[in-house]
């Protein structure tokens, strides 16, 4: 290991690429095609049993990446993760659009029977079962599917794949497995078990992230989300992932690289022409609405979020409107929350993440966004707007810097969020003042350096009193604003 590696307690680093790439022969065999020759091309931070660095190498032959030495994954035993994190999931973690439409891709007739082998909360098996009307299977040992099967009434059995003995000798048309082989040491062993399960002429649906994808010039908060120390064995490369499905016997194989993930599908028969088009709206909107009548908090939010999101997107703000008043009901009797006038003072306060997950909902920041740009077209208040978009950008700063392997929804909105922040800020000056952001000048001279500094100054306290003013019905001493907001860089 390199001696010029910064302390492991101390780093603010999870991933240090190395300049100097050595050969490693004859260490850790690749997991995905079991040859000994790689590179070692990082160190990635583990942070238990103890803080340290462990090597990332390449695979010479299938460029797939594996960590060296012995098994590091630990994290399915940290149940206090688990009683977080699928509340996190089921709010905003879960990429159910993403899910939905690579499941729709293959056009599977009426009556298919689906597994889904680690189904995680069990949307996908939900969506099968309830939108389809077609049996559907889910197997998840992890505490968060026993809460799906509990919220959703979805057929979720926490077994492993090698435990489902209920399951031996039936077969399913659709076994589905999204972001689940790099968690197994033995791609080909995971990959044999799940061939007597399915059809004769059924088909195999898979996701993992892509080796490809994982190079220096990733964002390296995607980058260590995609590893997940502690949590994955590996990532496989397109090429990698190929010819692992035809090494299990099948004769028809596509792989398809979407940004960070590889989706393939694989059968015994010809495959249709698939398209990895996204979920038909209006099927996406239909299945949230039905999680928003879920009698848990976390799965109602949950879906009302996401609606929010698509409607926004989409400019649909009527019926955006009337989900973030759904979704401010859920807050007030679920969270305790006020989301048009949120406690930011108090919720930076907390800075476990554990604890923030159990007090707020995860989609907090990233809703006080999308909240923003609603009041837009027939609800036009530049105001509102400028406040919400100010309030979800000191939040979404807050999520990511107390979560950040988890928090990528809102890692992603943040430069939107500032960029329509200031173009709110803009708007409403010259709405409001626009005496403040010109001045009668002679021709040929410039404005005094006095006179900008005293503009500037006023724009500066126009914007606090915006910022400050109450919503109808707060509570007067609004909260002091951390350096970080928008408006004091």
Same mark, same amino acid.
């Given at each position: 290991?390199?001696t010029?590696?910064?302390? &492991?307690?101390?780093?603010?680093?999870?991933?240090?690429?190395?300049a100097?790439?050595?050969?490693?022969?004859?260490?850790?065999? %690749?997991?995905?095609?079991?040859? $000994?020759?790689?590179?070692?091309?990082?160190?990635?931070?583990?942070?238990?049993?103890?803080?340290? =660095?462990?090597?990332?190498?390449? %695979?010479h032959?299938?460029?797939?990446?594996?960590?060296?030495? $012995?098994?590091?994954?630990?994290?399915?035993?940290?149940?206090?993760?688990?009683?977080?994190?699928?509340?996190?999931?089921?709010?905003?973690?879960?990429?159910?659009?993403?899910?939905?439409?690579?499941?729709?891709?293959?056009?599977?007739?009426?009556?298919?029977?689906?597994?889904?082998?680690? %189904?995680?909360?069990?949307f996908?098996?939900?969506y099968?079962?309830r939108?389809?009307?077609?049996?559907?299977?889910?197997? *998840?040992?992890?505490?968060?599917?026993?809460?799906?099967?509990q919220?959703l009434?979805?057929?979720?059995?926490?077994?492993?794949?090698?435990?489902?003995?209920?399951?031996?000798?039936?077969?399913?048309?659709?076994?589905?497995?999204?972001?689940?082989?790099?968690?197994?040491?033995?791609?080909a062993?995971?990959?044999?078990?799940?061939?007597?399960?399915?059809?004769?002429?059924?088909?195999?649906?898979?996701?993992?992230? %892509?080796?490809?994808?994982?190079?220096? +010039? !990733? +964002?390296?908060?995607?980058?260590v989300?995609?590893?997940?120390?502690?949590?994955?064995?590996?990532?496989?490369?397109?090429?990698?992932? $190929?010819a692992?499905?035809?090494?299990?016997?099948?004769?028809?194989?596509?792989?398809? @690289?979407?940004?960070?993930?590889?989706?393939?599908?694989?059968?015994?028969?010809?495959?249709? +022409?698939?398209?990895?088009?996204?979920?038909?709206?209006?099927?996406?909107?239909?299945?949230?609405?039905?999680?928003?009548?879920?009698?848990?908090?976390?799965?109602?939010?949950g879906? !009302?979020?996401?609606?929010?999101?698509?409607?926004?997107?989409?400019? +649909?703000?009527?019926?955006?409107?009337?989900? =973030?008043?759904?979704?401010?009901?859920v807050?007030?009797?679920?969270?305790? !929350?006020?989301?048009?006038?949120?406690?930011?003072? *108090?919720?930076l306060?907390?800075?476990?993440?554990?604890?923030?997950?159990?007090?707020?909902?995860?989609?907090?920041?990233?809703?006080?966004?999308?909240?923003?740009? !609603?009041?837009?077209?027939?609800?036009?208040?530049?105001?509102?707007r400028?406040?919400?978009?100010?309030?979800?950008?000191?939040?979404?700063?807050?999520?990511?810097?107390?979560?950040?392997?988890?928090?990528?929804?809102?890692?992603?909105?943040?430069?939107?969020?500032?960029f329509?922040?200031?173009?709110?800020?803009?708007?409403?000056?010259?709405?409001?003042? #626009?005496?403040?952001?010109?001045?009668?000048?002679r021709?040929?001279?410039?404005?005094?350096?006095?006179? =900008?500094r005293?503009?500037? @100054?006023?724009?500066?306290?126009?914007?606090?009193?915006?910022?400050?003013?109450?919503?109808?019905?707060? #509570? &007067?001493? &609004? &909260?002091?604003?951390? @350096?970080?907001?928008?408006?004091?860089?």
């Amino acid at each position: 290991m390199p001696t010029d590696l910064p302390d &492991p307690e101390t780093s603010v680093h999870d991933l240090i690429w190395l300049a100097d790439t050595p050969t490693v022969d004859g260490t850790t065999p %690749c997991p995905a095609c079991r040859q $000994e020759n790689a590179t070692r091309v990082a160190q990635v931070k583990f942070e238990r049993p103890h803080a340290r =660095w462990v090597p990332l190498n390449r %695979c010479h032959a299938c460029q797939s990446v594996f960590y060296e030495g $012995e098994d590091l994954v630990d994290a399915y035993d940290d149940h206090v993760m688990h009683d977080g994190y699928w509340r996190h999931y089921a709010e905003i973690g879960a990429g159910i659009h993403g899910m939905l439409g690579f499941v729709q891709a293959i056009q599977a007739p009426p009556g298919a029977r689906l597994l889904d082998i680690g %189904c995680g909360m069990g949307f996908v098996v939900d969506y099968w079962s309830r939108m389809r009307g077609d049996p559907a299977v889910g197997l *998840e040992k992890a505490s968060y599917g026993r809460a799906g099967a509990q919220h959703l009434g979805a057929d979720i059995r926490p077994h492993y794949l090698h435990e489902a003995a209920d399951l031996a000798g039936k077969t399913f048309d659709v076994v589905y497995s999204s972001e689940v082989i790099e968690h197994v040491p033995d791609p080909a062993a995971f990959l044999a078990a799940i061939m007597p399960g399915l059809a004769d002429q059924g088909v195999l649906m898979l996701t993992t992230p %892509c080796a490809d994808a994982l190079t220096p +010039d !990733l +964002d390296p908060t995607v980058a260590v989300s995609m590893l997940f120390p502690g949590g994955h064995y590996f990532l496989l490369s397109a090429h990698a992932l $190929e010819a692992l499905l035809r090494q299990a016997g099948f004769q028809h194989v596509v792989v398809h @690289q979407q940004a960070e993930q590889l989706l393939a599908v694989a059968s015994h028969r010809a495959l249709p +022409d698939l398209s990895f088009d996204p979920i038909a709206h209006e099927d996406y909107r239909a299945y949230m609405m039905t999680l928003a009548d879920c009698d848990d908090r976390s799965f109602a939010s949950g879906g !009302l979020y996401r609606a929010l999101k698509e409607d926004v997107n989409r400019g +649909d703000f009527e019926r955006g409107m009337d989900v =973030w008043k759904r979704l401010c009901d859920v807050a007030k009797t679920g969270y305790g !929350l006020d989301l048009n006038d949120p406690p930011i003072t *108090e919720i930076l306060s907390v800075t476990d993440p554990h604890q923030a997950l159990k007090r707020y909902p995860a989609w907090l920041g990233c809703a006080q966004y999308y909240g923003g740009m !609603l009041m837009s077209g027939p609800y036009d208040d530049m105001r509102v707007r400028l406040r919400r978009l100010e309030a979800a950008g000191r939040l979404l700063r807050h999520e990511i810097k107390m979560n950040p392997k988890y928090d990528r929804e809102a890692y992603s909105l943040l430069n939107t969020c500032d960029f329509h922040f200031l173009q709110a800020a803009s708007y409403t000056i010259l709405r409001e003042e #626009t005496f403040l952001t010109g001045a009668c000048l002679r021709e040929g001279e410039a404005m005094p350096d006095k006179m =900008w500094r005293e503009r500037w @100054q006023q724009v500066r306290q126009k914007l606090s009193e915006i910022l400050t003013e109450q919503a109808p019905g707060a #509570t &007067p001493a &609004p &909260p002091a604003r951390p @350096q970080d907001a928008p408006i004091e860089s």
